[in-house]
């Protein structure tokens, strides 16, 4: 059974289509990025997926169960904090807690999800975390006391901490400068290699041909092109997916 099944999802906003009927499986363990030009539609699927956007029609499914069937578009705080657990997400910006050390940023959503479990449990697995990202020297560091790719790597730690069926990434490295995003790419390529799930909307094209199970071509709010990387960046048979390669 995929781990992810997407059938025909469709988001407007204000009368304009911005996904016009996406469908898609993933099994556990694999890698997908998505791939396309910008305003294609990849950072509204991923926020549909995650409940931050509420999709108008389609069905979203994570390991048989449906979270989003297009009949009920209405959910309660509690319902939709039950569906977004499916998902980590690390954004282009990382988005952690000035006032809390990277230990504190990784330790806090378990704690508040877990509120029974035993500090001393999360603790040591947010350090093990923090550790496996590289950065068991930074734990008591604040987020300005980190480089860009330091905190992105303490926001991956920090999804991974809920651990979600799937990680969701956006664009993880576009803020970066070349050589902290080869240190970010080099952990993301690592959670590949361990069979993390993970999807990933990103530019870095050659990042994406080396760790994709499945890649997808998002073109104006459809799918262009979906297969393996050989077949989507080495030979691409639609003209979008081939103009939009050939500037890379
Ligand atoms: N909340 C919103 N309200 C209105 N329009 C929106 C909203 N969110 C996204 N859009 C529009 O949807 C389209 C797709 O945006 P989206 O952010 O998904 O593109 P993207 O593929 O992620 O682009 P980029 O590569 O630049 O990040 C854009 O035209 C955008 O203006
Ligand atoms: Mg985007």
Do not use: W
């Amino acid at each position: 059974m995929p781990i992810l099944e997407v059938n025909n999802l469709k988001k407007s906003f204000d009368g304009d289509s911005i996904l016009k009927g996406i469908s898609f499986d993933m099994e556990k363990g694999q890698t997908l990025s998505i791939l396309g030009s910008s305003g294609s539609g990849k950072t509204t699927l991923l926020r549909c997926l995650n409940f931050l956007e509420m999709a108008d029609d389609g069905r979203i499914k994570v390991n048989g169960e449906t979270l989003f069937d297009g009949m009920k578009t209405s959910f309660s705080e509690n319902e939709l904090r039950d569906k977004r657990r499916h998902f980590g997400m690390v954004f282009q910006q990382f988005n952690l807690f000035p006032q809390y050390t990277a230990l504190e940023n990784v330790t806090l959503a378990p704690r508040l999800a877990n509120p029974s479990k035993d500090k001393i449990d999360i603790e040591r697995e947010s350090r093990m975390l923090l550790t496996k990202m590289g950065l068991p020297d930074k734990l008591n560091h604040y987020p300005h006391q980190l480089s860009g790719g330091q905190q992105q790597r303490v926001a991956i730690a920090r999804a991974l901490a809920l651990k979600p069926d799937i990680l969701c990434f956006d664009e993880p490295t576009s803020a970066l400068d070349p050589e902290l995003t080869g240190e970010v790419l080099k952990v993301i390529k690592e959670l590949a290699l361990q069979h993390t799930t993970m999807i990933i909307v990103t530019h870095e094209i050659p990042f994406a041909r080396d760790v994709s199970d499945q890649i997808i071509f998002l073109d104006r709010g459809v799918i262009a092109e979906k297969g393996t990387p050989s077949q989507v960046i080495d030979s691409p048979t639609n003209e979008r997916t081939q103009k939009f390669l050939a500037n890379y």
